[in-house]
Every structure is written in structure tokens, then in C-alpha cells.
């Protein structure tokens, strides 16, 4: 991961986003790592809550040490944006992009401290992590478009019926415009 982020450095990008695959919704991939045992239901005494399924939390993994993912995603952000990088943008004050450079390394290296601050438990006795994983599958049954531990409302299983009927008058209405507008008047 560390060597995709020095070439996205490398070759200029101005900012990068480093996640971590998780469970989403609606993907061909979302059963497979509950059925396999994959998925944290509760790391460290705290519960994986539905905000965790964003992909910068490590909740599902084959690896009895997830912290290591999470750390190894920290590092990531970590060799781009840090105060070196941020002397590199500074100093290339002729680069039409120089503000963007400058203040992504600012508000990045801000994010990355907030980040690692927030989750200082990884460095302290990471070892000692004691990890829960859920069991089974999700929840199955018509609805399951909600991630695990979220409340499935049937009433909305289904998506709202189309008034086919609209998009042909929204084209006859946009045919109409563009005809009028090509007539010489």
C-alpha cells in the first residue's frame, strides 16, 4: 500500500483516500465474510456500530490481528500527507496547484493526528485486543438492504413503482424546446 501512495505522490496527485474493503450493502461480496466468520461484531470492548461500515475501520478479516490493517491504513495516509510533503508542496509556490497542494497537506496531516489520536488503544497492548466476531450470516428475508444490527422497515422492501410515462413526456418536452429553438422565428 505504501508504494501506491509514494506513486500517487509521485506523479502529483494532490490528495489521497486510503480504505479498507468492507461489507457494503448491495454488493456481490456483502454475505460471503459473514458466512465465513470474517466480520468483528465488537473489538476492544466496543461494539462495531453501523457508522464503521464506511471502509476506514478494519471490521471484517481473516486476520487475528485487524489492528495491523487499520494501523497499516494510518501509515498510508501518513506517507502522504506529513510535514515533509508539506515543505515539498510549499517550496513549489510556481505550480498552478500550489494552494491545493498546500492546504491538502495541512488539513490532510491535521486529519491523520485527529485519526491516530482517536485511536490510540491500536498502540497500547495491541495484542491484548480482545476481538468478537459475528456469527452466522446477515439477516435474510425480503428488506435486507440495511447493514447488520440496523432495523428493517418491509414497508419499503421494495422500490417505488415508475411513472414510465414521465421520462417520454420529459423528452417530448425537451424535443419540443430544442425544435423551437433551431425554427428561424
Not at 494501523?71 to 496547484?97: G, H
Not at 440495511?146 to 411513472?163: E, F, K, L, Y
Amino acid at each position: 500500500m505504501l508504494n501506491q501512495v509514494r506513486f500517487l505522490r509521485k506523479s502529483g496527485s494532490v490528495s489521497v483516500q486510503v480504505t479498507i474493503l468492507t461489507p457494503s450493502v448491495g454488493s456481490k461480496g456483502y454475505e460471503e465474510p459473514f458466512e465465513k466468520g470474517m466480520v468483528i461484531d465488537e473489538a476492544h470492548g466496543h461494539k462495531v456500530e453501523d457508522h464503521h461500515y464506511d471502509g476506514n475501520h478494519c471490521i471484517a478479516t481473516e486476520d487475528p490481528n485487524p489492528w495491523r490493517k487499520q494501523l497499516n491504513m494510518y501509515l498510508a495516509y501518513a506517507a502522504f500527507y506529513n510535514p515533509l510533503n508539506l515543505v515539498r508542496a510549499i517550496v513549489k509556490w510556481k505550480d498552478p496547484l500550489w494552494s491545493y497542494r498546500v492546504l491538502y497537506q495541512a488539513y490532510g496531516m491535521i486529519g491523520v493526528v485527529r485519526s491516530i489520536a482517536q485511536r490510540l488503544e491500536l498502540v497500547h497492548e495491541p495484542d491484548a485486543w480482545p476481538i468478537r466476531k459475528k456469527a452466522g450470516g446477515p439477516a435474510a428475508g425480503p428488506g435486507n438492504d440495511q447493514p447488520p444490527g440496523h432495523s428493517v422497515d418491509n414497508r419499503w422492501s421494495s422500490p417505488p413503482s415508475c411513472d414510465r410515462n414521465m421520462f417520454s413526456r420529459e423528452r417530448d418536452l425537451l424535443g419540443a424546446e430544442r425544435g423551437a429553438a433551431k425554427r428561424p422565428g
